[in-house]
């Protein structure tokens, strides 16, 4: 199946600073974060145009909600003679849903519709999804890579009068992952400790993500590299418990093996450590950590990770296998002999 292409959620804000908003706007993807703050954004920007409070209605759909029951408070006039906002967050929960085809095409003069639908939305030949598409009304908010999420960082650290390097702000996302909200948590916790003007080092990073849970993916990268099983362990499943993604901590190990390859190979070109992490575009500091004193110096023990990682991978991705199970034999493949 062809991959459906939708307008990127992020052409929003210029449409909200613009005269005029589509009726109808469809929000999908898998960025929950993004699709949150779009709403809110224009929640805050059609406010204004609502007669009466009554003529906002924000619902949170469960299983086979009625279409029937949406629509007819879609066509009800407003209260107050002027706009209407209806907010319908995950419309996959609603029966029927073509029966929105007649008011996607032709909505009344009065009506705001915003609609979320989390994940992706290939349907695109199945109505109402097809008009919703044809119209342009259909946004989506993609998931942003390791080197746009460290992008983000940057701009919400100086937005918050605080200074943060590309290069740190990409360490960071290795140790809280790629979750938007959480790093939003993180940043906000810089901000409460450090006030405003001052740097977010990366010694700062890994202080206060030590002081947040037992251990930190940093330890876990250090027992591994020691070749020290029993404690390799004990780190994930404490990482694993405390709300740490399998996911994340399968990504991170892949960096690490993929940063012993580069450093052994830049190595013996004659590069030094500080040239080879910005070839690598990571952190010194963290580039350092990952490919000084460890068992992974040679070829063959890389080979043997990368293919227990590439195994430990797949079957996240197609099994229900416990993840603590799937880490136990991840990390005795890494480390064995």
Known sequence: MAKVKHRSLYELPDLIRGEKLPPVIFICGEDTY????????????IEPMLGSDFDKEI???????????????LLSFPFGGSKKLVVLKDFSNIDDKK????????????LYLIITQPGKVNATKIEPYASLHNKKYMFEAVKLKQHELADWLVKHAKKNKTNLSYENALALTEIVGEEKSLLEMQMQKFYDNLGEGKEITFDIITDLAS???KFTTFNLLDAIGSGNKSKALEIAYNLIENGTEIGQLISMLNNYCLFNAQWMELS?????????????EVNYFYFKNSVSKNIFKNENRLLKASGALLNADITVKTTSADHKTVLSILISEMISD
């Open 34 to 45: 993004a699709i949150d703050g779009a709403v809110k954004l224009l929640i805050e920007k």
């Open 59 to 73: 619902i949170s759909t469960e299983k086979k909600t009625s279409a029937q029951q949406i629509i007819d408070l």
């Open 99 to 110: 029966k929105f085809t007649e008011i996607i095409n032709s909505p009344p003069e009065y």
């Open 211 to 213: 002081s947040t849970r």
């Open 268 to 280: 013996k070109k004659g590069i030094d450590l500080a040239e080879a992490a910005k070839m690598a």
